[in-house]
């Protein structure tokens, strides 16, 4: 028997393909995001997770021995009591994939979030 | 009813092609240094339980290839006073990597170095630029020449040299965690991204670009949160050594801890970093060194003779790639703002 769509088929259609389309976004923004993050790692605990924004203005001083400071979308090692400071002069992080590392105090400083130019630096 | 039970159908169906591979990532600390080991998977408990067995791996392989820990094979060698070390097989297997890459390269790259670098002190509290009469003694202990491999894991160190394998131990363990991601269960582990301090695999398929390839910066040497350049690749590692990282300076200039085994001082030939793009990650560990080590005309040459990918950095800012980068990657140099010439 040959049937017919009728005007609520269309409707119904409509209404799952605009939730398919609002579902899809939710689960790809699961994990990658469309935002930009930094963590802050200490003994391989996380620390901090901060959304970086345009107003992000935050300071995170680990007792002293390793100073970060998140500005804009933009995260840095400010100091630190190590002796060798690469993780200082690693400096200024702004997309995804960038790592600070302070070895000898065992903190990392790293951006995740929305997949950009690259997926990693070799340096 | 049976339409709403199809729309819903429909629905999950819908999103679920547009579905995304799950992840896991561990980040940890080993081989002296800081390590990532991020795992694509069809499902994330799979993804995890590749992820973590990658860290196990290389936290496994550690007392193989360290020469601090007192329990290490290479800790018995170095302090053997020259007689015959048994050790295990990874050691064997990580020591016969280094002589093979220290003969090729015609000793540019030298795991016996120890002894230089132990009197430059390069990141303790003790680095410092030594008497030239230091230096010349250690080096009569340098030498790839004084490393007997005997057989059945058997060792010798001769002249009183003294191993390390720090100048290809990422690499090695680079190279297992790539065997290990081989051989995981189907769709457990359908791309890695290893990062293992400087070494780099890029394993299987990156869901989140368009052609699954993975994309890695080159670091800037002024600026290694930066970078010039990217190679773009699939099943292969990409390593670097640069004069930016481990240094210290004296008087204004600046010594960093690439050392040239014939002079005993850090290698000054005008390069500020090599990268090496090579599916043996151990290889390119020892390449990097080498490169670095052998200059701009030299590594040139000796890329082209044995096929080798690499980017070399220039003191003035200029970027060279050997002609065997074009077969391995896609390469796109982006150091133009930044001051750097693409010098091809």
């Given at each position: ?7 609520g ?6 209404v ?15 994990t ?6 930094a ?6 605990q ?7 924004t345009?107003?992000?203005?935050r300071?995170?001083?680990l ?22 400071q ?16 302070c070895?000898?105090?065992r903190?990392v400083l ?14 | 009813m049976k ?48 992820a ?33 070390c ?24 030298d ?9 430059w ?12 009469t230091e230096?010349?003694?250690a ?25 390390d ?21 189907e769709g ?7 990062q ?37 690749v ?37 390069l ?8 043996n990650s ?8 080498a ?18 990918a ?5 003191s003035d800012k200029?970027i060279?790639?050997s ?8 390469y796109?140099?982006l150091?133009?703002?930044k ?6």
């Amino acid at each position: 028997m040959r049937s017919r769509l009728k005007w609520g088929d269309f409707v119904i259609i409509g209404v799952v393909l605009a939730l398919a389309a609002a579902l899809t976004a939710v689960l790809a923004a699961g994990t990658t995001g469309d935002r930009l993050y930094a963590e802050v790692w200490q003994d391989n605990q996380l620390v901090e997770r901060v959304a970086l924004t345009d107003g992000t203005d935050r300071t995170i001083d680990l007792d002293g021995h390793n100073v970060i400071v998140l500005s804009g979308k933009s995260a840095r090692m400010e100091s630190a009591d190590c002796r060798d400071q690469v993780c200082v002069r690693t400096g200024t992080l702004t997309r995804a994939g960038q790592v600070a590392v302070c070895l000898p105090n065992r903190v990392v400083l790293k951006i995740v979030g929305e997949t950009g130019e690259i997926d990693a630096i070799v340096s | 009813m049976k339409r709403f039970f199809a729309a819903f159908l429909l629905l999950f169906g819908l999103a679920g092609c547009a579905g995304r591979q799950a992840s896991y990532t561990t980040d940890f600390f080993a081989m002296d240094t800081f390590m990532s080991v991020a795992v694509y998977g069809d499902n994330e408990d799979s993804a995890q339980q590749a992820a973590v067995a990658c860290e196990q791996e290389v936290n496994a392989l550690e007392p193989a290839l360290s020469r601090t820990r007192e329990d290490s094979d290479l800790y018995c060698l170095n302090h053997a006073d020259g007689a015959v070390c048994q050790v295990s097989d990874e050691t064997y297997a990580a020591i016969e990597a280094a002589v093979q890459y220290a003969e090729l390269t015609g000793g540019a790259f030298d795991p016996t170095m120890a002894p230089l670098t132990d009197l430059w002190g390069i990141n303790t509290e003790n680095a410092h630029v030594p008497a030239q009469t230091e230096i010349d003694e250690a080096l009569t202990h340098v030498g790839y020449g004084n490393i007997q491999l005997l057989g059945d894991n058997q060792v010798q160190l001769l002249n009183g040299a003294q191993l390390d394998l720090g100048g290809i131990g990422k690499g090695f363990a680079t190279d297992a965690v790539s065997t290990l991601l081989a051989q995981q269960p189907e769709g457990a582990a359908t791309g890695a991204l290893v990062q293992l301090g400087g070494n780099i695999g890029a394993f299987g398929e990156n869901p989140a670009r368009d052609g699954g390839n993975w994309v890695v910066g080159v670091a800037d040497p002024d600026n290694n949160a930066e970078f010039v350049a990217t190679v773009e690749v699939r099943d292969a590692s990409v390593v670097t050594s640069g004069d930016y990282e481990r240094y210290f300076e004296q008087d204004g200039k600046r010594y960093h801890h690439i050392f040239d085994p014939k002079t005993g001082y850090p290698a000054d030939t005008g390069l500020r970093s090599v990268s090496v793009i090579d599916q043996n990650s151990t290889r390119a560990d020892a390449l990097t060194t080498a490169l670095f080590v052998m200059g701009l005309d030299d590594g040139l040459a000796f890329c082209a003779e044995n096929n080798i990918a690499a980017v070399f950095i220039t003191s003035d800012k200029q970027i060279y790639t050997s002609d065997a980068v074009s077969s391995v990657c896609t390469y796109t140099f982006l150091g133009a703002e930044k001051g750097y010439t693409d010098a091809q």
